[in-house]
């Protein structure tokens, strides 16, 4: 087992109503100023907005309102709001939504708390993040795990980039989980979530290092749970255990406990984030239409990892065949699974269609810097490797 430390400080009030806690939460932790953040509006629709903003004034906490966060969230949108909250002398950012909504009220908390920084400073590396305001977050839909994680990742339009940044001053104060609030999420949405649960584990199960087994046995009983609950989830999204389930899976892959004593890999999300980059696809599309041609080119660097996560979590008998055969099942049951809930497992399925070789040449340069450094760590992808892949994908 690999050294570490795990601090995962957030208050989490999960279940039926945890939404109607967040005044009387907010104002335990010292907040009389809260910024609220909010995306496209399907919060107003649902009536979530009201409901908060009723329990805030009831609690005697003054509030304002900044919505409009989209998909992918931008830097230019976070900044105007640093702008909105100082202005409004802002000591707590509620988040009422997904992960865009989550991470761009992190950024904006780290924004007040550091006026004198540009917010781009601290996702490229200038400025280092020593202070930030707190953050509480009304949770809409499982998918990112931002409620819980010590990331948050935003879009540079001007720069045509996407990226994240770990610290632990991401993790927010409190979390209000109420999976009811998740019925609502469309389709699309519901299964690229789920996609998103399932690669924060797998991105942490293939790595470099092995050898701690209940971070495995925690691992594979996730992947286990969403792929069970999934099923139920798609074919009814208001089963209130089926969506629990999914909720606590999303929150748990993401607050690295599924990587303890091991480390991350996370080159699917590298290579992912430049596609969303470059043509707004939805984070978990993104993952799953290039996971499949990850795993044939590096599983022959451990196939007997490959070999172990089909048994263990595709249940591919022991004595299906050797490793490389077990191996290839494994990947096929994932790919199977995640064609079985609607998700596109080539690049030539999103939106943005099969790409010709120069864009994937610009890809690969946006993935590694043009070629200066590697991600990932269970097969370090370098530029030719970040080529080879999205080309095995193409189709
Ligand atoms: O904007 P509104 O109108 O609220 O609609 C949203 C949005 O269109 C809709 N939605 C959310 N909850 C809903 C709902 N619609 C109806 N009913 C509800 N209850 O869903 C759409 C997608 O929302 P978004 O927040 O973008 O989705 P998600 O939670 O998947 O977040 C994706 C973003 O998080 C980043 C991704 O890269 C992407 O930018 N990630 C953040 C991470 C983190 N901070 O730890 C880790 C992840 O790996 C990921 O990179
Ligand atoms: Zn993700």
Known sequence: MQNFTFKCPTDIVFGKDAELQVGKKIKEYGGSHVFIVYG?????KTGLLSRVERVLTESGIAFTV????????????????????????????????????IDTAKAIAHGVANPETDIWDFWCGRAKLTKTTPVAVVLTLAAAGSETSDSAVLTNEEM?????????????????????????????????????????T????????????????????????????????????????????????????????????R???????????????????????????????????????????????????????????????????????????FEEIG???????????????ATIKDLADQVTAKGTKTVGNFHPIDWQAAVDIYTMANH
């Open 40 to 44: 496209g509006g399907s919060v107003v």
């Open 66 to 101: 900044r919505g409009g966060v989209k998909p992918n969230p931008l830097v230019s949108h976070a900044r105007d709001g640093v702008r909105e909250a100082i202005s409004f002398g802002a000591d707590f950012i509620l988040a009422v939504g997904g992960g865009s909504v």
């Open 160 to 200: 045509g980039v996407k990226g994240g940044i770990n610290t632990p001053f991401n993790r927010p104060t409190l979390a209000f989980m109420n999976p009811e609030l998740t019925y609502t999420v469309p389709k699309k949405q519901l299964t690229a979530g789920i996609s998103d649960i399932l690669m924060h």
């Open 202 to 261: 797998l991105e942490r199960y293939f790595t470099k290092f092995s050898g701690n087994e209940l971070t495995d046995l925690v691992a594979e009983a996730l992947l286990k749970d969403v792929v069970k609950s999934a099923r139920v989830a798609v074919k009814d999204q208001r089963s209130y255990d089926a969506m629990s389930e999914i909720m606590w899976c999303g929150s748990v892959s993401h607050s690295n406990f599924t990587e303890l004593g």
């Open 263 to 337: 480390c991350k890999d996370f080159s699917c999300h590298k290579l992912g984030h430049a596609l969303s980059a470059k043509f707004d696809t939805t984070h978990g599309e993104s993952l799953t239409a290039i996971w499949g041609a990850w795993a044939e080119y590096v599983y022959h660097d451990d196939a007997h990892r490959f070999a172990h996560f089909a048994e263990k979590v595709w249940d591919v008998p022991e004595d299906f065949g050797d490793d490389e055969a077990k191996a290839q099942e494994g990947i096929h049951r994932q790919i199977a699974f």
């Open 343 to 357: 998700m596109p497992t080539s690049l030539g399925q999103l939106p943005s269609g099969v790409l010709k070789e």
